[in-house]
């Protein structure tokens, strides 16, 4: 959040209209993403209840644990749940591409992308991937060969959410409300329903107005994972309890009926949603795609092909927690990113790039005096140094000797040489370096020329290579020393799940 | 009768008082500057009933099955004199407890009078405090006072108080999961909180016994059920943050007797019911009664509070209703017209102002977004 953020909620609390946060999208959106809606049981740890899935607006997937408790129940929905989904991830290994740069591997030319309603969503993806993960598919409390697999794959995509460059695993609020600054308080965003009735409301109704509908749990049932309280004490009770009696009393007609009951029931909470999801995604694809877009997913693309390598070669599942090495590793991995993917959407977007010029880190304006042949003969050797002189409104808060980067000529460094002030407008003069070809004269346009609107700022979208970090055999005695191999255990496979 | 009492029971009407708990404290303590809050607390009035008569019934419920589970399980590290608690208690603390005593101190002599009861749990509590006996207790069901704007407030924890080498730890039970050493951090959150109201109330209790605070830890204990599984796990919490928070926002707030003295005095929230409980008084005229008294609405209230939507629908047109960030963001400038008129150059505060300092952020955001979206096109 920022001023310039909550300039767009006033706004848009005065208009009833959301307004756009960003002029284009940050983040990759699939073809054919992968809609999830999970519902669970109120009050338990995991306890699937439900779950609409699919890649097809007109074929969703509709599954239901008629009997929440039951653990085999749970864990045939599991086996369900992993038809689905595997077929789906298996879908994208296929076709194949150079990893390009120097590396002269090969990666799947796409890769999955998983879309849940909230960070509830998420949350609960991740706990499902926790408690199915370690299963096997022999011994006490066996499970289908799937679910294990489906458990690696849900943690898979639960953790790559860390990272602020994957788009692997996508909330839908988190993705639209980045996107737009509606006329209510960034917590009411995280309802689905609310957050598209200002964005996209139905014709003839205001964004504010859309929203107020959409908060009734009659009209806009809770996005999940957890239910409305009102449909779970006055539906889902009764329902449950009749599934229950049927299958004690002997199953039959009694039990096909109780559990269609159920099911339609629970069909009435999530389809709602379904249609708010393909909303969603519809939305963030008529949003121009972002330059870096497609560099952050060629780097899923690679996650994507290593896990499943790491699969197909029976490498061990996920540990439950990391150890200290790779911990520090994902810590510093997760800043590094973080700062990148900030630098990466300013350059991107006017509108980020504001938020930076509000700062005093960047300012735009346009070049005044230009020496584009300018050459430093002061050294060993004749170099190329042009000079531009940048006249602007903003607020400049660089100093002689710092170094700026444009987000139109990225390759290019800018020394500060001097900063002016008259008449409340601000001279920058700037030297700059490279990106100009490798003559004494620069080549056409790499050198801005008088009267070109320009933006510097203080950060560039450069690469940082990751910190070095020992390998996790060379884990120093302060940090516990090498962590165990991570073996999976019998107790691990029969863990209760209750 | 004119005192506070007379009055808050005149505010409250003919329905049932409800009494504080742990919970609402600690939301309260969230929002201290709530005078309405404050008003409607004090006097035991039912928010929900309230607000759902005004029109704006409260955006959150409770689902029979997280009830159920939240009891079962109470229930079952409870059963048999807390049998599976002591087990627990053992290992996680290290505790030499090869016999503890077990107090109830839910009825005194079949007898629930709450000043009674909290009497009784005072003397209980001073006498195993003076003690030189090394086994432990624990008492279930003690009921506790805290000072609240000024009046006592009684709380009735489904805790256990356990005292151990001469110290107090309240534990607290929760039906939330821990899986691999971690649980949701909201929710231990809420329950460090409620925990750290306890910690206050029992050191309140032992100070009247002239009992040091020390002899309350700032460590308590949570008991959830681990990962997936019923079988409880203790962690332990240290409240101190949540202690220093708690106890500086309840001396923020005013006391409920000056509040009182600015409602105007023949104010009541009574739904006059008739002779079936049928309420007969007009919505409009009720939520009219309730306007009387001065709300600080946040989003955080949407989550805390049964009059959210009430004080949200008041609060339209208010930056604080876009978040405490935007407002401050805003310049602190309190209505969002003002905000879009300083921004649009409509309104020219005299220079050197507070608001003439907002104007010109304001101005150069509006600038800068408009500059961004026109590049854009």
């Known amino acids: 959040m920022s001023t310039l953020t909550s300039l767009a909620r006033a706004m848009a609390a005065a208009s009833g209209t959301a307004q756009p946060a960003c002029t284009v999208r940050h983040v990759h959106l699939s073809p054919r993403p992968l809609v999830f809606i999970p519902l669970a049981l109120a009050g338990e740890a ?23 408790r039951d653990r085999d129940l749970r864990f045939a929905f599991a086996a369900d749940l992993a038809a689905v989904v595997l077929r789906y991830t298996a879908s994208y290994c296929a076709d194949q591409e150079p990893t390009g740069g120097r590396d002269p591997g090969l990666r799947y030319a796409d890769a999955p992308q998983l879309l849940v309603p909230n960070p509830g969503g998420i949350a609960f993806t991740r706990l499902l991937g926790r408690s199915t993960r370690f299963r096997r598919a022999e011994g006490p409390y066996a499970v289908a060969e799937s679910v294990p697999v489906l458990g ?119 389809t709602p949603t379904w249609t708010l999801m393909w909303r969603a995604a519809e939305l963030l694809r008529g949003l121009p795609e972002a330059a870096h877009v497609r560099r952050r997913w060629d780097a899923d693309k690679d996650a994507f092909t290593w896990h499943a390598g790491h699969i197909r070669e029976g490498g061990p599942p996920q540990p439950r927690r990391d150890g200290a090495v790779s911990a520090a590793g994902r810590l510093a991995n997760t800043e590094r990113v973080q700062e990148m993917v900030a630098a990466q959407r300013a350059f991107d977007d006017p509108l980020v790039m504001a938020e930076y010029r509000m700062t005093g880190e960047a300012f735009a304006g346009r070049v005044a005096a230009a020496e584009p042949d300018r050459v430093d003969a002061t050294g060993r050797r004749r170099v190329l140094r042009p000079r531009v002189t940048v006249e602007t409104g903003d607020a400049v808060l660089a100093e002689p000797g710092a170094t700026l980067t444009s987000p139109a000529r990225p390759s290019q460094k800018a020394r500060v040489i001097a900063v002016t002030e008259a008449n409340g407008r601000t001279r920058v003069l700037l030297e700059l370096q490279g990106g100009m070809g490798r003559a004494l004269t620069p080549e056409p346009g790499s050198v801005p020329a008088i009267g070109e609107p320009v933006c510097y700022a203080a950060f560039g979208d450069g690469y940082q290579p990751p910190p070095a970090f020992p390998a996790s055999e060379d884990t120093p005695w302060t940090h516990g020393g090498p962590p165990p191999r991570y073996v999976p255990a019998d107790e691990d496979a029969r863990e209760d799940w209750s | 009768m004119t005192g506070p009492e007379a009055r808050l029971a005149r505010l409250r009407g003919r329905s049932l008082p409800r009494s504080h708990n742990a919970r609402t404290i600690a939301a309260l303590a969230s929002n201290p500057g709530c005078a309405r809050r404050a008003i409607l607390d004090a006097a035991g009035a039912d928010k929900q009933r309230l607000a759902a008569y005004a029109g704006f019934p409260a955006p959150f419920g409770q689902s029979r099955f997280a009830l159920a589970r939240g009891n079962a399980f109470e229930a079952q590290v409870k059963a048999e004199g807390a049998a599976q608690l002591l087990t627990l208690l053992r290992t996680h603390l290290n505790l030499p407890i090869p016999e503890a005593h077990y107090d109830d101190l839910g009825e005194v002599g079949g007898n629930a009078s709450l000043d009674l009861r909290h009497a009784r749990t005072r003397t209980l509590l001073a006498r195993a405090a003076a003690s030189q006996d090394e086994a432990g207790t624990m008492f279930d069901h003690p009921l506790l006072r805290l000072e609240v704007g000024g009046r006592h407030a009684f709380l009735e924890p489904d805790l256990v108080a356990f005292r151990l080498h001469g110290r107090f730890h309240v534990i607290e039970i929760k039906s939330f999961a821990v899986i691999d050493g971690q649980a949701d951090g909201d929710k231990v959150a809420a329950a ?107 989003p955080e209230c949407l989550s805390t509070c049964e009059m959210c939507f009430f004080c949200r629908d008041e609060a339209r047109g208010c930056t604080a209703a876009l978040g405490r960030d935007a407002r401050e963001e805003l310049g602190g400038v309190e209505h969002v017209q003002t905000v879009l008129r300083l921004a649009g150059r409509i309104d020219r505060p005299a220079p050197g102002t507070d608001l003439a300092e907002a104007a010109a952020l304001l101005r150069q955001a509006a600038r800068l977004r408009a500059e961004a979206l026109r590049e854009a096109v």
């Open chain 1, 46 to 68: 995991n306890a699937p209840l439900a779950a609409l899935v699919g890649d097809d607006p007109g074929a969703p997937n509709l599954l239901v644990v008629p009997e929440p």
């Open chain 1, 152 to 270: 690696r794959w849900l943690t898979f995509f639960a953790d790559r959410t860390e990272s602020p460059a994957s788009s692997l695993m996508l909330a839908a609020t988190d993705a639209l409300s980045a996107h737009w600054a509606t006329g209510q308080s960034p917590a009411e965003d995280r309802n689905l329903a609310v957050l598209l009735g200002w964005i996209d409301p139905p014709p003839g109704m205001s964004g504010a107005q859309a929203a107020a509908l959409a908060e009734d749990p009659l009209r806009s049932p809770p996005t999940g994972p957890a239910t409305d309280p009102t449909f779970d004490n006055e539906v889902l009770d009764q329902r449950i309890l009749a599934v229950r009696t049927a299958r004690l009393t002997g199953g039959g007609r009694a039990y096909q009926r109780a559990e269609a009951a159920l099911t339609d029931a629970l069909a009435t909470q999530l």
């Open chain 2, 192 to 298: 460090a909180i409620q925990s750290a109201v306890y910690v206050l109330a029992l050191r309140d209790a032992l100070a009247e016994q002239h009992i040091p605070p020390e002899a309350v830890s700032h460590e308590t204990i949570l008991v959830c059920p681990e990962n997936f599984s019923n079988r409880p796990v203790a962690v332990s919490l240290d409240v101190r943050k949540q202690l220093t928070v708690l106890r500086r926002q309840l001396s923020r707030m005013a006391r409920i007797a000056d509040l009182l003295d600015l409602l105007p005095p023949d104010l009541t929230f009574d739904l006059d019911p008739d002779r079936d409980g049928v309420p007969r008084r007009r919505p409009a005229e009720l939520a009219a009664a309730i306007r009387q008294v001065e709300a600080r609405y946040a």
